[in-house]
């Protein structure tokens, strides 16, 4: 079974500072790692995936993400936050391409100015 | 290009009252397909998913179920709603190889 875990449900943060959301997972295989973002009342949008390859990740809006196997970590942090970036954050866990995803229980970041 | 509809955006239905939610997707075939649940402060839970036509599988027992008629046609339905099938439902695919899209969501009020 697959497992993630975020820590903090919510994150305050200062515009122009570093935001830096925390995901651990739990696979049996090596794993596929997403991280979404939800803005009030829509559907969730895709930031970065991990599959393969290169641990660094960069997505959009400024975000990267970093596949820590020895730590089952898969972080997400943007060096300066803007007002845009107010949200609600969910790490999610699948075992292949296309298969169902597991999800965090969600951050929710506050940018203050 | 693929894209996903998901309607209504919002329902108000009263205990005990019937339900139909439904889902579309455009733009690719034979995509597997998911319904989501979000409540009040908490994830997303995965209540249903589907491989092929007619092929459901549920992931918590509960007072929903889910048919798919279509390929990509994919309906959330209950016949008695309860209190607590309040909450945001999301509708999703892949297409085996790439990440999960998701619909707009649907905001459901049980009263």
């Known amino acids: 079974a697959q497992s993630v875990t975020q820590l903090g449900s919510h994150v305050s943060v200062s515009e122009g500072a570093l935001v830096l959301l925390r995901c651990n997972y739990s696979?049996?295989?090596?794993?596929?790692l997403f991280w979404y973002v939800q803005y009030p009342n829509q559907g969730l949008q895709l930031l970065l995936k991990?599959?393969?390859?290169?641990?660094l990740v960069k997505g959009i809006n400024g975000f990267e993400a970093e596949f820590k196997k020895s730590e089952t970590s898969f972080h997400l942090t943007k060096p300066s936050a803007h007002m845009s970036d107010a949200a609600e954050y969910f790490c999610?866990?699948?075992?292949?391409?296309?298969?169902?995803?597991?999800f965090g229980g969600g951050t929710r970041v506050l940018v203050k100015p | 290009s693929q894209t996903i509809h998901q309607w209504p955006a919002t329902l108000v239905q009263p205990v005990g009252s019937p339900l139909s939610l439904e889902c579309t997707v455009e733009?690719?075939?034979?995509?597997?397909l998911y319904w989501y649940r979000q409540a009040a402060g908490r994830g997303l839970q995965l209540l249903f998913y589907?491989?092929?036509?007619?092929?459901i599988s549920s992931e918590v027992p509960q007072n929903l179920s889910a048919s798919r008629p279509q390929d990509r046609q994919f309906i959330l339905s209950s016949k008695k709603l309860l209190l607590s099938d309040s909450g945001f439902y999301l509708c999703?695919?892949?297409?085996?190889?790439?990440?999960?899209?998701f619909g707009q969501g649907t905001r459901l009020t049980v009263v």
């Open positions: 999703a695919w892949t297409n085996r190889e790439t990440e999960a899209f």
């Open positions: 696979s049996s295989v090596p794993p596929y």
């Open positions: 991990y599959t393969t390859g290169a641990t």
């Open positions: 999610a866990v699948s075992r292949a391409a296309g298969n169902k995803l597991t």
């Open positions: 733009g690719t075939s034979n995509p597997n």
């Open positions: 589907s491989i092929g036509i007619d092929q």
